[in-house]
């Protein structure tokens, strides 16, 4: 099976993405330019590479927002079902 890695939300130049397949703890992939960090949906924080600042206030904010919604999504991942789209920050 091909790596799949859906986009599950964009706002302010920021892609969300979750992939399937991927490692323990359940967590996203937060891009923005040539900046990538994973983030632990559990605890709401980056656990490797790194984002501005501002930018990093805003994925917590988002995230903090849609937690209920990304562990679900991390759930659908697990199970190779489709994952849905979440809400951008505004």
Known sequence: MTQRMPEISRFFGIVIKMFYDDHNPPHFHAEYGESL??????????FSGQLPPRVLGL????????????LADWKRARNQQELLKIDPLE
């Open 59 to 70: 994925v917590i904010e988002w995230a903090t927002k849609h937690q209920k919604e990304l």
């Open 37 to 46: 960090a994973l983030v632990d949906i559990l605890k709401l924080s980056v």
